[in-house]
């Protein structure tokens, strides 16, 4: 079964530039899967996130949708919008969310994360964003590649509400210091950290894929957490 091309230009990233695989292996059962939910839970890229009165949290990258999955079952009271450029990990989210009976109160998106930020998310309406294990693009000449840069930061924090969190995870100290330089300078940004920026991880969190994948290599994730604190 392939995906038609009226479809594929409303839900597909295929034409915005984003660096990193954005497509792989979908299986029959996971496009006729994307075929059946995206149109209920997608968000066009002609369309904008209604957040109304409803606490609406963002993960940005969610991978294979670990966290996505976590966060819906752990707070029914939150409705979620995850974006992820890598189709197969689409696939494999749009099912869990869908076994675990939490798809309707989420919203999936292939386009890049600036994109939705910029033009579908309104100023001050999301209660958080979460960021677990960006990729962490290790050489310098690649660094300009990286998620977190400044004129992003400020995009993140534009679209907090006030006392809106933003979390964070990485398994490269670099990576994650660069992150907490960054957004310790993004005004409307407060860290919550210790005397060194980062949090103790929560008890309660899932072990993402990339978090497992660092221990495997005897890495320990670090976590940052901020709050919109004021006007941006
Ligand atoms: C290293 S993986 C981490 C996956 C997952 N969060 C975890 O902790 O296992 C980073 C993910 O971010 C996605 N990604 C990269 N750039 C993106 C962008 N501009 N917008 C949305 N997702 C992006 C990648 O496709 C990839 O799945």
């Given at each position: 079964m392939r995906l038609q091309r009226d479809f594929r230009d409303a839900h597909i990233q295929h034409e915005l530039r984003t660096h990193g695989r954005k497509n792989g292996f979908v299986t029959k059962g996971q496009q006729a899967r994307l075929a059946h939910w995206l149109p209920k839970i997608g968000l066009p890229k002609a369309s904008c996130l209604e957040t109304a009165d409803e606490p609406w949290v963002l993960e940005i990258?969610?991978?294979?949708g670990d966290f996505l999955v976590h966060m819906a079952c752990s707070h029914p009271d939150w409705h979620l919008l995850g974006v992820e450029i890598y189709l197969p990990g689409v696939a494999k989210a749009v099912s869990r969310l869908e076994e675990a009976e939490v798809i309707n109160r989420c919203r999936i998106s292939q386009l890049p994360a600036q994109f939705v930020l910029e033009h579908q998310i309104a100023a001050n309406t999301l209660a958080g964003i979460v960021i677990n294990h960006p990729d962490p693009w290790p050489k310098s000449r690649h660094h300009k590649r990286r998620l977190i840069q400044p004129d992003f930061a400020r995009l993140l924090a534009s679209r907090l509400a006030i006392g809106g969190f933003l979390h964070l995870a990485s398994d490269k100290p670099d990576l994650a210091e660069w992150m907490r330089d960054i957004l310790d300078q993004t005004e409307g940004l407060t860290n919550e950290g210790d005397a060194d920026g980062f949090v103790a991880r929560c008890d309660d969190r899932p072990l993402t894929k990339f978090e497992q994948r660092g221990h495997r290599e005897g890495r320990k994730s670090q976590f940052l957490h901020y709050r919109r604190s004021a006007d941006t």
């Open positions: 990258g969610f991978g294979n």
